[in-house]
């Protein structure tokens, strides 16, 4: 069954513990969107939040970094108890596999995003070394776009290509993610879903993440 984690960034942020202990409850993974306004067109939040969160997070938090410059955050997210850590190839380019090893090196699973225009096959290179590869299914930056269908194809390829070297690797997919599509990259190969609207805009956001599961 595939796993939800529903992203913060849709959360009501002036009743943020509700939805935390939401998640806790009923979600797989706590995912944590951070924006710097340069790498992507938006600011979002930073550890004056996830600092918060993670004093009441129980479900794995799951920060994903839209920032230049990543780097220089993982040990304090490490240090946030952060679960999972991904930053964008976009963002980090020849020297990824050494971020990898870094964000492995402080306890935590190491996951590399790309954008829906850059080809899936900058990630290969990284496959035996990642232990997921984030898959957008949306120009990251904002909450609330609509899925690019290409991304199921994405995930295809992807999934082929770990596969046939015989290696393993987690593959979540962001953006846009609702029961209109959620089958189809299951059936695709993403074993780990973000939804941020669909979640958190539903009546019942509980009912919404089981859905979404396939329960
Ligand atoms: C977008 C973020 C997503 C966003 C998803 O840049 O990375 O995690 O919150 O939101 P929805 O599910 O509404 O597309
Ligand atoms: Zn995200």
Same mark, same amino acid.
């Given at each position: 069954?595939?796993?939800?984690?529903?992203?913060?960034?849709?959360? /009501?942020?002036?009743?943020?513990?509700?939805?935390?202990?939401?998640?806790?409850?009923?979600?797989?993974?706590?995912?944590?969107?951070?924006?710097?306004?340069?790498?992507?067109?938006?600011?979002?939040?930073?550890?004056?939040?996830? /600092?918060?969160?993670?004093?009441?997070?129980?479900?794995?938090?799951?920060?994903?970094?839209?920032?230049?410059?990543?780097?220089?955050?993982?040990? %304090?997210?490490?240090?946030?108890?952060?679960?999972?850590?991904?930053?964008?190839?976009?963002?980090?380019?020849?020297?990824?596999?050494?971020?990898? %090893?870094?964000?492995?090196?402080?306890?935590? %699973?190491?996951?590399?995003?790309?954008?829906?225009?850059?080809?899936?096959? %900058?990630?290969?290179?990284?496959?035996?070394?990642?232990?997921?590869?984030?898959?957008?299914?949306?120009?990251?930056?904002?909450?609330?776009?609509?899925?690019?269908?290409?991304?199921?194809?994405?995930?295809?390829?992807?999934?082929?290509?770990?596969?046939?070297?015989?290696?393993?690797?987690?593959?979540?997919?962001?953006?846009?993610?609702?029961?209109?599509?959620?089958?189809?990259?299951?059936?695709?190969?993403?074993?780990?879903?973000?939804?941020?609207?669909?979640?958190?805009?539903?009546?019942?956001?509980?009912?919404?993440?089981?859905?979404?599961?396939?329960?």
């Amino acid at each position: 069954m595939m796993q939800i984690a529903p992203s913060i960034l849709a959360a /009501d942020f002036l009743h943020l513990e509700k939805d935390i202990q939401l998640v806790n409850r009923c979600g797989d993974v706590i995912h944590l969107d951070v924006m710097d306004g340069t790498l992507v067109p938006n600011i979002s939040f930073g550890f004056s939040v996830i /600092d918060q969160v993670a004093k009441i997070a129980t479900a794995p938090m799951d920060v994903h970094l839209m920032v230049v410059h990543p780097e220089r955050w993982f040990e %304090k997210i490490a240090k946030d108890g952060a679960r999972m850590c991904s930053f964008h190839w976009e963002a980090a380019g020849r020297n990824t596999s050494r971020f990898i %090893k870094q964000i492995q090196d402080l306890g935590m %699973k190491a996951g590399v995003v790309i954008n829906p225009d850059v080809p899936v096959s %900058k990630l290969y290179p990284y496959i035996g070394k990642a232990d997921y590869f984030l898959i957008m299914s949306v120009f990251a930056g904002f909450g609330g776009q609509k899925f690019i269908y290409e991304s199921i194809d994405r995930v295809a390829a992807l999934r082929a290509e770990i596969a046939r070297r015989g290696a393993q690797a987690l593959i979540e997919i962001d953006g846009g993610i609702n029961l209109g599509n959620a089958r189809a990259v299951e059936e695709a190969g993403v074993g780990l879903a973000v939804a941020g609207s669909s979640v958190f805009g539903a009546e019942d956001p509980a009912a919404a993440i089981s859905a979404l599961r396939g329960a």
